[in-house]
């Protein structure tokens, strides 16, 4: 039995660029919906609701930001947003408001393609996620609580874990600092994101080769961290 086609929608009002996209997202598999604003997206969304959403934010009835706050308000597609805005209270803004990634203009096809494929990941089978996440040589076993390196059993502390497995749930899609610290810290510890880095900092030496040069364990600048995928 074929897979069934995961539908993408496309909200861009500039033409040629829905062009470049649908071609790349046919040549992937997808089937592809297009739209010009605000109105015409959340329509689309609403009439034939898509399995993901391609957002890009100056539109000309609106700011996309509006489209991510109506969507979710009774959806949670994945939304990845197309950006020029590159300053990082924006970016953690869109973040905090439901968008589940962003990728910043110019960008190349495959890294978006790559940034589709991690959120799309977990839902491939409703309702359920592997509980074995693996980024390079390392493994998280979500049900265990167990992480390996080349097989080798990892040992964590509690705050330790705590990050590594937002960061699984989340693998290849950006997390914010504030929602990890939530995540291991608590809403009181919200503002105290050096402990982050520190926690960060320990992780690396146990799960990169080069914890000065990380592959696994990555920086948004700004934003907060992202697993590879």
Request: net charge positive; glycine share 6%; charged share 25%.
């Amino acid at each position: 039995m074929n897979n069934p086609v995961s539908t993408v929608l496309i909200i861009d009002d500039e033409a040629h660029i829905r062009e470049f996209l649908r071609a790349a997202f046919e040549l992937e598999g997808f089937a592809v919906q297009e739209a010009v604003n605000v109105a015409s997206g959340l329509r689309s969304a609403t009439l034939t609701p898509p399995d993901l959403v391609i957002l890009d934010l100056g539109l000309p009835d609106g700011d996309g930001i509006e489209v991510i706050s109506q969507l979710r308000r009774w959806s949670s597609v994945p939304i990845i947003v197309l950006t020029v805005r590159s300053r990082e209270r924006e970016k953690v803004t869109l973040l905090e408001l439901g968008a589940d990634d962003y990728v910043v203009k110019p960008f190349g096809i495959g890294e978006l393609i790559a940034r589709v494929r991690a959120v799309l990941r977990p839902r491939q089978i409703p309702g359920r996620m592997d509980p074995v996440v693996k980024s390079g040589s390392l493994e998280v076993n979500l049900a265990t609580r167990a992480a390996t390196v080349e097989s080798k059993r990892l040992v964590l502390g509690p705050k330790e874990y705590l990050v590594l497995q937002i960061l699984a749930q989340n693998i290849g899609k950006v997390v914010t600092r504030q929602q990890i610290m939530k995540h291991a810290w608590g809403t009181s510890q919200l503002d105290n994101t050096h402990y982050l880095r520190i926690v960060v900092r320990k992780l690396r030496k146990k799960i990169e080769v080069d914890s000065t040069r990380p592959r696994i364990l990555l920086t948004e600048l700004g934003v907060g961290y992202r697993l590879a995928s």
